[in-house]
């Protein structure tokens, strides 16, 4: 098993590593020059529906800079709604009169994205943060990873052009060692598996296997499987595990303007172990019943043959 991974090389996020001020990706981008800008194409040229979805959890605050920094080309804009106790929905209707607003069924950040994805209708689905860290403004580069032959976009901010002013040293080792497992355990070459911003035909959804219905009532506290935050690891495992081509985007990470984060890392970190471990666990189950099924059809065959 494997999956091929590449890179490709943002021009725009080239900033110190003391963060620098936001911007829109401006101008061309690399690899179809006269094709691709942050507003969308040029006359004469294909342009794919792009749903971007949004989870949020009383980000109020922060979604007026977050819709700024949308590119105006965007198909549809998916704001999954985690029950906010603010005024997120009705701020996000104000914004934009076209969103679409989703309340999550279940808990979690991963339940979020299962619900927008499963509502998403445009041929390429982003996932934005809602807390302004992420800069939607970078949407064009991932667009074109697609473009370029792309599975699954992944962004990195640890390759050339990427970065962050918003992680810790230990959350930055904790990702380090848990991408290099992943590696290892799913022979892939991932720089940043904990980051959240990503794009995707929307044709793969399958592949990720996330679960939107269930008899679980909203509210009961309860999750399950990939609901949290370790919804990303579960994605990139998946992917790598499903064959999809991937290319890492470089991306530039910004504090959180508003509000304090949920994550927490010590616990989400855990699960984001456990996840990885108890995929690879479970695939190499899966892998082997399927060579076991596919001996016992072979033999049934050829016995059948020589009767």
Same mark, same amino acid.
């Not at 309340?103 to 302004?132: H, P, S, W, Y």
């Not at 008899?215 to 506290?221: E, H, L, R, V």
């Not at 970190?269 to 108890?278: D, F, K, N, Q």
């Not at 060579?291 to 049934?300: G, I, K, M, Q, W």
């Given at each position: 098993?494997?999956?091929?991974? !590449?890179?490709?090389?943002?021009?725009?996020?080239?900033?110190?590593?003391?963060?620098?001020?936001?911007?829109?990706?401006? @101008?061309?981008?690399?690899?179809?020059?006269?094709?691709?800008?942050?507003? =969308?194409?040029?006359? =004469?040229?294909?342009?794919?529906?792009?749903?971007?979805?949004?989870?949020?959890?009383?980000?109020?605050?922060?979604?007026?800079?977050?819709?700024?920094?949308?590119?105006?080309?965007?198909?549809?804009?998916?704001?999954?709604?985690?029950?906010?106790?603010? #005024?997120?929905?009705?701020?996000?209707?104000?914004?934009?009169?076209?969103?679409?607003?989703?309340?999550?069924?279940?808990?979690?950040?991963?339940?979020?994205?299962?619900? @927008?994805? !499963?509502?998403?209708?445009?041929?390429?689905?982003?996932?934005?943060?809602?807390?302004?860290?992420?800069?939607?403004?970078?949407?064009?580069?991932?667009?074109?990873?697609?473009?370029?032959?792309? /599975?699954?976009?992944?962004?990195?901010?640890?390759? +050339?052009?990427?970065?962050?002013? #918003?992680?810790? *040293?230990?959350? *930055?080792?904790?990702?380090?060692?848990?991408?290099?497992?992943?590696?290892?355990?799913?022979?892939? $070459?991932?720089? /940043?598996?904990?980051?959240?911003?990503?794009?995707?035909?929307?044709?793969?959804?399958?592949?990720?296997?996330?679960?939107?219905?269930? #008899?679980?009532?909203?509210?009961?506290?309860?999750?399950?499987? @990939?609901?949290?935050?370790?919804?990303?690891?579960?994605?990139?495992?998946?992917? +790598?595990?499903?064959?999809? $081509?991937?290319?890492?985007?470089?991306?530039?990470?910004? !504090? *959180?303007?508003?509000?304090?984060?949920?994550?927490?890392?010590?616990?989400? =970190?855990?699960?984001?172990?456990?996840?990885?471990? +108890? !995929?690879?666990?479970?695939?190499?189950?899966?892998?082997? %019943?399927?060579?076991?099924?596919?001996?016992?059809?072979? +033999?049934?065959?050829? $016995?059948? %043959?020589?009767?």
């Amino acid at each position: 098993m494997g999956v091929r991974v !590449e890179a490709i090389h943002n021009p725009a996020q080239s900033m110190p590593s003391g963060g620098a001020p936001r911007q829109n990706i401006v @101008g061309r981008l690399p690899g179809q020059q006269d094709q691709l800008t942050a507003d =969308g194409p040029v006359i =004469g040229e294909p342009w794919p529906t792009v749903s971007v979805v949004i989870p949020t959890l009383n980000e109020a605050r922060n979604l007026p800079h977050v819709f700024a920094q949308l590119p105006p080309s965007v198909h549809e804009v998916i704001v999954v709604d985690g029950h906010s106790v603010d #005024d997120t929905v009705a701020v996000a209707r104000q914004l934009r009169p076209d969103v679409v607003i989703i309340r999550q069924n279940r808990r979690g950040k991963g339940n979020a994205l299962a619900c @927008g994805f !499963e509502a998403a209708t445009g041929d390429i689905i982003v996932m934005v943060d809602a807390d302004g860290s992420a800069d939607p403004g970078e949407i064009p580069l991932f667009i074109q990873a697609l473009l370029d032959g792309a /599975d699954f976009a992944k962004g990195t901010r640890f390759a +050339a052009g990427g970065g962050s002013c #918003d992680i810790t *040293r230990l959350r *930055r080792l904790g990702n380090w060692i848990l991408s290099a497992l992943v590696n290892v355990l799913c022979h892939t $070459k991932y720089s /940043d598996l904990c980051y959240g911003y990503n794009a995707f035909w929307q044709r793969h959804v399958p592949a990720f296997g996330l679960t939107v219905n269930s #008899d679980i009532p909203a509210g009961s506290g309860t999750r399950l499987w @990939g609901d949290g935050f370790e919804v990303e690891t579960l994605i990139n495992i998946r992917v +790598a595990q499903a064959g999809l $081509k991937v290319i890492e985007v470089p991306s530039y990470e910004h !504090e *959180r303007i508003h509000g304090v984060s949920n994550l927490n890392a010590a616990s989400d =970190g855990w699960r984001v172990l456990r996840t990885i471990i +108890a !995929e690879s666990y479970y695939h190499h189950r899966r892998v082997l %019943t399927g060579t076991e099924s596919a001996a016992r059809s072979v +033999a049934r065959r050829q $016995k059948a %043959t020589v009767r």
